[in-house]
């Protein structure tokens, strides 16, 4: 679900803009990198707090 939400929001959002995608699911360690390097994002950073992760992704591209 997290890059099903990412997806949508990169849809409608300007290249440049920053966002947080946070989520309890691990996978989006693997899911989110593989997905912004399809569609040329990028990673600003990643951090985990008591098994909420944060990513924060910038948009280049839709």
């Given amino acids: 679900m997290p890059l099903i939400l990412a ?3 990169a849809q409608n959002a300007e290249a440049g803009t ?3 995608l946070v989520a309890t699911d ?3 360690y693997e ?3 593989a997905w912004c ?3 040329g994002h990028q990673i600003v950073s990643t951090d985990e707090r008591e098994h909420v992760i944060r990513i ?3 948009l280049f591209q839709k």
């Fill in 7 to 9: 997806q949508e929001f």
């Fill in 31 to 33: 899911d989110i990198p």
């Fill in 18 to 20: 920053e966002f947080a």
């Fill in 26 to 28: 691990p996978g989006v």
């Fill in 37 to 39: 390097r399809m569609h």
């Fill in 56 to 58: 924060t992704i910038r």
